[in-house]
Nanobody, 118 residues
């Protein structure tokens, strides 16, 4: 299963952006879809996640500003980001976990850069 992330770029503080991540290949079911981010010298951290049942989890730093959603028909996960600030600058990675037939998988996207700067 391959993931293709898109939507990163340069945004001014206070701006908004939406990231997308589409899974392709033999996907039988998806259990979890999430977005992580990483800055130089720091560990990758979970930003937001959504389960197959629709339950969501957010990092405290993005609660109220970011919204994760999934389109099961398209095997796609989105991250709508608002009120962006320079601390949100990072490489964002999507992760999707599920099953391909009887085999479980956990795939990562290639990363997309978000820069928040004036």
């Amino acid at each position: 299963v391959q993931l293709q992330a898109s939507g990163g770029g340069l945004v001014q503080p206070g701006g908004s952006l939406r990231l997308s991540c589409a899974a392709s290949g033999s996907v039988s079911s998806i259990n979890f879809m999430g977005w992580y981010r990483q800055t130089p010298g720091k560990q990758r951290e979970l930003v937001a996640g959504i389960s197959s049942g629709g339950s969501t989890i957010y990092a405290d730093s993005v609660k109220g500003r970011f919204t994760i959603s999934g389109d099961n028909a398209k095997n796609t996960v989105y991250l709508q980001m608002t009120s962006l600030n320079p601390e949100d600058t990072a490489v964002y990675y999507c992760n999707v976990a599920g099953r391909s037939g009887v085999i479980g998988f956990s795939s990562w996207g290639q990363g997309t850069q978000l820069t928040v700067s004036s």
